[in-house]
């Protein structure tokens, strides 16, 4: 009896344990409340940007330097010029606001738990942004003001810049704006104001900023289908998007997927998010090298025995799954049965060159007529080219009959006018003679 209550702690221990690794791994509403909630009320194509930029952590610490160093530009002129440092899009986007990249920065462990969190469910996360939102709209403290214009579309709120191009940053007071807050364990997170704005309303906004870069707007979200949506700006840069719903409603806007990339080393926390997304291991990789280095030898050590049956018998995969583990043996074995493999095929004929042994066998007869036949057409052909006169000799002959024909033409030429002359005569003369003729008649 003993021994069985304590199988069934064992077993409830463990069963403990496992459930709360499993939870470990889940966010629930509060805590993706707490770390949403100084961010909820932004515009949409910012908060897309620090959702996306969350998940790639060093570039946004990287980014935050680099902001640093260049105080001197803002806006559309950051943007632009952090183009070349190869970050992701969205990251290069924030660089037109320092103040969110320093926060960022400068508060790794809320930046990573939001972007594991939204690699993790990203609906889930958006959901939480839309209780946020309508949390603070039935407070009274989300409303459109003159930096912003907040939509309610099919009980989803949107929120986006009052001026066109023109983008205000709000600073807010977590534990105030959205009214009373029901998680006490869970207390929402606060970002500290920033040194540049002024107050209105109860909210500290920063100063507006123009961007009027099509490197910025190119993502947003999809509230009903709840996920966010990119554009590549590469390919559609000659298209002018002012908000996120412009993005939305493109008809080549596409779900935006994890790069693993722009990580650039930095490990994922979660096990969930760690399977879907981080490469597998060196060991994994090189799982099973032994057995299959044995299978190579084996399947080259047949094929130098006999290379055209093997070749032929083999399927193309296999084929070219051993040349590629061919290249990868030393140089000098490669290159001694390469020589030997050659030595092979050369002294071996393959069944084309048979046939056409063959052919030629049995075609020996033909041939020798054939070939006197040729050369007695070849003997005609040059005795008739012999016997015709070259071609300088009809030119010789036809400028030496060049003269006759002009003596000829300028003798009959003569001759006409002559005739003509003679005739003209006589015709003059006979109109004489009629008029004499007539004149004697009359006097008559």
Known sequence: MKT????????????????????DD???????????????????TVLSHILIASTYPLEVVQANRWAQRHRNMEGAAAVSAAERE?????????????????????????????????????????ASVQDLRQRAYEAGTLRTTEHQEVVIEQKTIIVEPRVSEVIYIPYYDTRVVYGPWRWHHHPPHRWHR?????WNAGIFW??????DHHSFYFSSFHWHNRHTVVIDIDLHNHHRFHSGRSVVRYKEARRWKHNPSHRRGVEYRRSTVRQQYAAPSRTARHSGTRVERAQRVERI???LQNPRSSARSEPRRSRDAQARNDRQQPRLDRSERRSDTYQTRRETPNRMEQ?????????EPNRDRAQVQRQAREERTRTTRTERPSREERANARNLRQPERSQQNFQRSTRDRVDAARNRSSISERARQGRNENGRAERR
């Open 206 to 211: 920063s100063f507006g900023t123009r961007i």
């Open 301 to 303: 050590e047949q094929r």
């Open 26 to 44: 889940d966010y629930s509403q509060a805590e993706l409340n707490q770390m949403l909630a100084p961010v909820a009320l932004y515009p949409d």
């Open 355 to 363: 046939r056409s042994g063959e052919r030629l066998r049995a075609n």
């Open 4 to 23: 069985s209550w304590t199988t069934l702690a064992t077993a409830a221990l463990l069963l403990v344990l496992s459930l709360g690794a499993w939870a």
């Open 86 to 126: 190869g970050w992701d899009p969205s990251v290069t986007a924030l660089v037109a606001f320092p103040d969110i990249l320093e926060r960022m920065a400068d508060d790794l462990e809320w930046t990573q738990d939001l972007g594991e969190a939204f690699l993790w469910d990203e609906g889930e996360v958006l």
């Open 194 to 198: 920033p040194s540049r704005g002024y």
